[in-house]
């Protein structure tokens, strides 16, 4: 997928508006992403510098610190850019992933981020803390501080946070030939 491609899809994705926040920081976070894998030194270079200028204009204006390093997976969803939201440089966050506001995941100690799957969901004031694993398709509820491995299918919430099973999705049973 190209740069304009997925620029492109986040647009849609944030409401088809140039000014809205999260779609705003994804196209200064995909530029950045571009700008550090130029072969060519001076047009390195240059795109980084046009980011530099960008990502601190941005990130003072909307408070979302989405590194270049970070590797998002297609269609990362901010669903609201209303507070602060910062990620670790080495993050890897897989595909169809949304996240509110006010939400950290990672430090800025050093050492490993976190891992987060496919169709993950991260409420709003949380935080996802070390070098851990969120499997696929896992809901972290509002105000959860996570700081441990988190299996697949699992319902996150509370401080320290507790994991539960979610509840099985009854189309999928269906389709298997289960009861539902």
Known sequence: MTL??????????????LTEPA?????IHRWGRWAIHRRNPVARWLANKVYGFFRVFILNITKV?????????KDFHIIHAEGSLSIHPD??????CGVMHNVTIGTNMRGQ???IGDDVFIGVNSTVLGPIKIGD???????????????????????????????PNLARMKQ?????
């Open 4 to 17: 304009f491609e997925e620029i492109r899809g986040d647009y849609i994705r944030h409401g088809r508006s």
């Open 23 to 27: 779609f705003v920081s994804l196209a």
């Open 65 to 73: 610190w989405i590194p270049p390093n970070v590797q998002l997976g």
């Open 91 to 96: 993050v890897v966050i897989g595909d169809r």
């Open 113 to 115: 981020a976190p891992v």
């Open 137 to 167: 398709r896992v809901r972290i509820g509002p105000n959860t501080a996570v700081s441990t491995d988190v299996p697949s299918d699992s319902v996150v919430v509370g401080s320290p946070a507790k994991i539960y099973p979610s509840l």
């Open 176 to 180: 298997a030939g289960g009861n539902g």
